[in-house]
């Protein structure tokens, strides 16, 4: 029996297949009908270029209708679906079409002829458009084609999708997920949360991430529903809309915007049934403030891009501030020591996941997988973590540098590489900093030969090659860094003089 993960939702699609899957915020609808067909023609259009089975099919569009029926396709044509960020700039693009190696690659049209440059150099033969209307090469070339499509048969460890998450080492890594990793994390979401006919859920995110992509996309299908579909997150339209949801999805800089809206009240949120927060740490004060302000409380729940969903609070039970919730169903988390002995209840240690949602390993990697897996099969998540008596889990710290902002993930390493490889740099030291709209503000303590550097240069330097989001916020030269015994620098040091630099507390 295949395994293909469109067989699932397929499966779970409403008998009548003119009901809404997707309306866009200017009111078009998109039918579970028009999904089918829409996916059956691009996975035509796919395979008539010669996508086969386990080939790599990469995307960097913005998000509309069309890029979720993109992803849908691939899983049709038994692809592997790459979602890059549209902020990726030429460098990073470079790098993960040489590593992933696509046979098609889909882009915005305004950067057609940028990418296929770039296409052409790493030998990529195909490279189509889609812009953020839903036109582009891609609806023009398989809008002739039929849209019936046999669903390709898929084993459950077969490759699904490949993300790519920054590496500590400065290198990005393609986390390999399967199409049983996606499914059993799938089913479990949509059972512990409460998934019911009648649900529409409010999609605010972007469909090039985990969140948006899986947690979202995946429950709604599973369950057969509608959602209301914003390109971007946007206060006002967020409160037009959210009287015609009872599920919304979002990153706690969503939530601290809305609290900021003054027409954000408990009528907006009258038909609600859940608000559900992750991807960043949600701060205790935007918690109660929600719920004085609405009297719903946010579930908070973690995961990260390689493993899914790994925790949630309850959705019958308490919702306790601060933390992450309980392992899920079929997922064990525990806490241990450096060297993987597992710590006592309470103590505080490395996060550990094991359970079906956990991912294949590394794309290209095997080194690097094999030194992120326990032998008893756990993953290593990196996150400084303690369990309760009760089995919450709260996360106290990250172990490897890991800075979120906006809900993004961005690796030190990565952009210190950049700047040290600038004429005049002696050395520089990332750091995240406290910010009361992202969670996390990038920032950069640099340590320059060169007295006339200064911080547009080495911001202009970085927004050529990174994703702007990746780039410091706030630059600080420095005559040293701060280093302990053994020559490290004490980023610590750095996060305590420098947190006052977005918050203006004292």
Known sequence: MSKNLYDLFRGRFPADLGQPFIETVDGHVFTYGDLDEASGRIANLLT???????????????????????????????????PLNTAYRRGELEYFFSDAKPTVVVCRAEFEAET????????????????????????????????????????????????????????AKGAMLSHDNLAANALTLHKAWGWKPGDVLLHILPVFHTHGLFVAIHCVLLNGSPMLFMGRFDADDVIKLLPRATVM????????????????????????RLFISG????????????????????????????????????????????????????VEARVTDDDGTVLPVGDTGVLEIRGPNVFKGYWQMPEKTAEEFRSDGFFITGDIARIDDKGYVTIVGRAKDLIITGGFNVYP????????????????????????DFGEAVGAVIKSRDKGLDGETITGYL????ANFKVPKRIYFVDELPRNSMGK????????QYKDTFTGSS
């Open 489 to 496: 620098v004490q980023k610590n040091m750095l996060r305590e």
């Open 279 to 330: 991807s960043a740490p949600l701060l205790s004060e935007t918690f109660h403030a929600f719920e004085e302000r609405t009297g719903y409380t946010i579930l908070e729940r973690c995961g990260m891009t390689e493993t899914g969903m790994n925790t949630s609070n309850p959705l019958d039970g308490d919702r306790i501030a601060g933390t992450v919730g309980l392992a899920l169903p079929g």
């Open 413 to 436: 390493k990565e952009i210190e590489l950049l700047i040290d490889e600038m004429d005049g740099v002696d050395e520089s030291a990332v750091i995240g900093l406290p910010h009361p």
């Open 463 to 466: 927004k050529d090659t990174l």
């Open 249 to 272: 999805m979002g990153v706690p800089t969503h939530y601290t915007r809305l609290l900021a809206a003054p027409g954000f009240t408990a009528g907006v949120c009258r038909n609600m």
């Open 48 to 82: 008539g270029l010669g996508v086969s089975p386990g080939d790599r099919v990469a995307g960097q569009v913005e998000k509309s209708p069309q890029a979720v029926f993109i992803y849908l396709a691939c899983l049709r044509a038994g692809a592997a679906y790459v």
């Open 116 to 171: 296929k440059g770039i296409a052409d150099t790493c030998g990529v033969v195909h490279v189509l458009t889609l812009d953020e209307a839903g036109g582009g090469s891609l609806t023009e070339r398989s809008a002739g084609l039929s849209a019936d499509f046999a669903t390709i048969e898929r084993r459950a460890d077969d490759l699904a999708a490949v993300l790519y998450t920054s590496g500590t080492t400065g290198r």
